[in-house]
């Protein structure tokens, strides 16, 4: 399962947030190249941390819904925080990030659900 599990939610984030970079690109102003990089590597961190722990809830039956709120508000602030450190102090860092990781939970809603039809 480690395919279902980490490497296809990983292809899906990294994708789904470039295309939001891309777009705030043209605000910002950054080497675009550097920005893709950068939201590589986060991803990288705290995309399978993430799966893993939300495994870790469903197999000791905590359940999904809190832990996922919870884990997803968490992943948005580090985002944001990695974004400052690696860019500079700018607020469109954190709107960058909430509504990068908006659109890949989206993603990976209409992927999971609809498209791979898993449980």
């Known amino acids: 399962m480690i395919i279902y599990d980490y490497l296809i939610p990983f292809i899906i984030t990294v994708a789904a947030e470039s295309a ?3 777009a705030f690109n043209i605000w910002l102003k950054l080497r675009l190249k550097y920005l893709i990089i950068g939201i590589f590597a986060i991803n ?3 995309n399978p ?3 893993y ?3 870790l809830t469903v197999f000791i039956g905590i359940g999904i819904i809190i832990p996922l709120i919870v884990l997803e508000t968490v992943v948005v602030l580090i985002e944001w925080q990695a ?3 690696m860019f500079g102090d700018r607020p469109a860092y954190l709107l960058l990030s909430l509504l990068a990781n908006a659109f890949s939970f989206g993603a990976g809603l209409i ?3 609809f498209i791979l039809k898993l449980p």
Request: proline share 0%; aromatic share 6%; no cysteine.
């Open 20 to 22: 939001v970079a891309l």
């Open 49 to 51: 941390a993430l799966n």
């Open 44 to 46: 990288l961190m705290t």
């Open 83 to 85: 974004l400052k450190h």
């Open 111 to 113: 992927v999971f659900s």
């Open 53 to 55: 722990i939300l495994d």
